[in-house]
């Protein structure tokens, strides 16, 4: 019954991506995993039904996350908006009466500054791509591309062909379903357009022979539209050899946003580059700025 249940609840959130044309599925991924987690706790306490399940129930299973598990405040925020997302659509549909996490507060989130890359790691990063090979030619241009213009790893592998103009110097990056859909237009500094020129008249090539149909801009081994995973695991790999031991897949971004800012770019500038929604998002970099430089003064 339980299970039964979060499965009904996770097709109807897609098919409310299906309807609006908007489309997360890392959340839905995520809240799935949240569900399933809540599933077995209360399956360790004899609950099957979600009718029975008690605040007491819920407020348990955190007191484990915090305390046995050792969660992070960020990650258990995120578990509690799993579930009164997900008791909201059961009491909606009526499967149950009393909500039990209705009052419940998600513990306080310290917002944490974003982490960047000194320009020594970057072009530690740099150096670690073999340029010789076609794989080696892509990343060169996928890296340039990052740095160049701060633009999401999802927006990089959305690219097709038609979004790079080497004649005007610009790519454009494709607005998001859901709260930015907004295209953008990015300036391209001579190094990445010459680098993404290189990678199309010498590796794309070879990289489409299977797949000559592909319109997608980078592709992998098969010929296809490169994964965000498959980027991933791309910089993991010059990150470990670089030596590097902390990084995300949002690290270039960051590090785009300090270049510019450092660079005297006003913040609101900033702001349409990247294609936050918001300007507080942007002033986030301003404060991780102020903060290294008091850093520095110490």
């Known amino acids: 019954m339980l299970q039964e249940a979060v499965d009904a609840y996770i097709a109807s959130l897609s098919s409310k991506e299906d309807e609006s ?3 997360n599925h890392n959340t839905m991924a995520a809240y799935r995993n949240d569900l399933n987690q809540l599933c077995t706790y209360l399956k360790q306490q004899e609950v099957d039904n979600w009718p029975l399940v008690t605040r007491e129930h ?16 960020t990650t258990i925020a995120r578990k509690i908006a799993a579930f009164k997302s997900f008791f909201r659509y ?12 209705e009052k419940l507060e998600a513990p306080h989130v310290q917002k944490e500054l974003p982490g960047v890359l000194s320009a020594e790691q970057i072009s530690s990063l740099f150096r670690q791509i073999e340029v010789e090979t076609s794989a080696g030619q892509r990343d060169l241009a996928m890296l340039h ?8 790893v999802t927006e990089l592998v959305s690219l097709s ?12 990056c494709p607005g998001r379903n859901g709260r930015n859909k907004r295209e953008r237009v990015l300036p391209l500094p001579p190094i990445a357009v010459e680098a993404v020129q290189q990678y199309i008249h010498t590796a794309r090539p070879r990289l489409m022979l299977r797949h000559p149909e592909e319109e997608a801009l980078f592709l992998n081994h098969h010929g296809e ?15 470990r050899q670089a030596g590097i031991t902390t990084i995300t897949p949002h690290m270039l971004r960051h ?20 294609g936050h929604a918001h300007i507080s998002t942007t002033q986030v970099y301003s404060q991780l700025a102020r903060a290294k430089t008091t850093t520095t003064i110490k």
């Open 145 to 152: 591309m990052l740095y160049a213009t701060g633009m999401r």
């Open 161 to 172: 062909m038609a979004d790079f103009d080497a004649t005007r110097a610009t790519v454009v």
């Open 225 to 239: 539209r490169l994964t965000r995973q498959g980027f991933w695991l791309i910089i993991k790999g010059y990150a």
């Open 90 to 101: 059961m009491r909606n549909q009526g499967h149950i009466v009393f909500d039990p996490v």
């Open 255 to 274: 590090s785009f946003a300090m270049l510019m800012l450092k660079g005297g770019m006003e913040l609101r500038s900033v702001q349409e580059l990247l």
């Open 21 to 23: 044309g908007r489309s």
């Open 58 to 73: 819920v407020t348990g299973y955190i007191l484990e996350m915090r305390e046995s598990q050792a969660y992070r405040p």
